[in-house]
C-alpha cells in the first residue's frame, strides 16, 4: 500500500483539481475586478467561450448588451475582451478617451 494507490489517487486527483480551479479563480478575481467595465461571471479556465456564439456573434452580443449595457467586458479563456456596441460607445472610448486606450495591441479582428 503506497501513497498512490488507488483507493487514495481519486480523492487526491479531485482535491487537485478543486485546489487549481480556486486559484484560477483568485488569480481572475484580483486582476480583472478593478480595471475592466461589468460583465458575466467567467467560468473557470473557460471564461466566457460558452456564452458566445462565434459563427454568429450579434445575437449573443445582443443579449449581452440589454444585460449590461453597451460597453462590456468578456474573458475568453485567460485573455480579456471589452466590447463596445454603437457608435456613441466606440467614439467615446476611441476619441475622448484615448489615452486609456492608446498603447494597447492593435485588434485581431
Given at each position: 500500500?503506497?501513497?498512490?494507490?488507488?483507493?487514495?489517487?481519486?480523492?487526491?486527483?479531485?482535491?487537485?483539481?478543486?485546489?487549481?480551479?480556486?486559484?484560477?479563480?483568485?488569480?481572475?478575481r484580483s486582476r480583472w475586478?478593478?480595471?475592466?467595465?461589468?460583465?458575466?461571471?467567467?467560468?473557470?479556465?473557460?471564461?466566457?467561450?460558452?456564452?458566445?456564439?462565434?459563427?454568429?456573434?450579434?445575437?449573443?452580443?445582443?443579449?449581452?448588451?440589454?444585460?449590461?449595457?453597451?460597453?462590456?467586458?468578456l474573458q475568453q479563456v485567460?485573455?480579456?475582451?471589452?466590447?463596445?456596441?454603437?457608435?456613441?460607445?466606440?467614439?467615446?472610448?476611441?476619441?475622448?478617451?484615448?489615452?486609456?486606450?492608446a498603447d494597447r495591441p492593435?485588434?485581431?479582428?
Open positions: 500500500m503506497g501513497l498512490l494507490s488507488g483507493d487514495t489517487l481519486g480523492p487526491l486527483a479531485v482535491a487537485l483539481l478543486i485546489f487549481l480551479l480556486l486559484l484560477d479563480l483568485m488569480h481572475r475586478a478593478p480595471r475592466y467595465p461589468p460583465g458575466p461571471t467567467p467560468l473557470p479556465v473557460l471564461g466566457n467561450l460558452l456564452q458566445v456564439d462565434f459563427e454568429d456573434p450579434r445575437p449573443s452580443f445582443n443579449q449581452l448588451r440589454r444585460r449590461f449595457g453597451n460597453v462590456f467586458s485567460w485573455t480579456p475582451v471589452v466590447v463596445l456596441n454603437g457608435l456613441a460607445a466606440v467614439r467615446e472610448a476611441l476619441v475622448y478617451r484615448s489615452q486609456d486606450t492593435p485588434p485581431a479582428v
